[in-house]
């Protein structure tokens, strides 16, 4: 599956910004999907992760309450939905897919990635 991330931008603390990710190939249904973030200098952490059928989500910590991910099988699409948005949570997004069982967060869990997409949060 081929993944491509859209929708990061410039937004103000406290902002909301809605990321997209278009997946092309067959079989999207089979893959659970993840975004994840790097920010300058730092390791790629787990933002948040969701079902194959997209009834279960799950979230890192810091991003509980602020941010919910989604998935459209009949679109082959993820998103990410980011409220209450932080200085701290400027990075680079990716989205990914991961054949892994249960709730993967861990880069070596995912597969394929898309190329990322800059989310630029100002203070």
């Known amino acids: 599956v081929q993944l491509q991330a859209s929708g990061g931008g410039l937004v103000q603390a406290g902002g909301s910004l809605r990321l997209s990710c278009a997946a092309s190939g067959r079989n999207f249904r089979m893959y659970r999907m993840g975004w994840f973030r790097q920010a300058p200098g730092k390791e790629r952490e787990f933002v948040a992760g969701?079902?194959?059928?997209?009834?279960?989500?799950y979230y890192a910590d810091s991003m509980k309450g602020r941010f919910t991910i989604s998935r459209d099988n009949a679109k082959n699409m993820v998103y990410l939905q980011m409220n209450s948005l932080k200085p701290e949570d400027t990075a680079v997004y990716y989205c990914?897919?991961?054949?892994?069982?249960?709730?993967?967060?861990?880069?070596?869990?995912?597969?394929?990635w898309g190329q990322g997409t800059l989310v630029t949060v100002s203070s």
């Open positions: 990914a897919s991961s054949l892994v069982v249960g709730g993967p967060s861990r880069p070596g869990d995912y597969n394929y």
């Open positions: 969701i079902s194959r059928s997209g009834d279960g989500a």
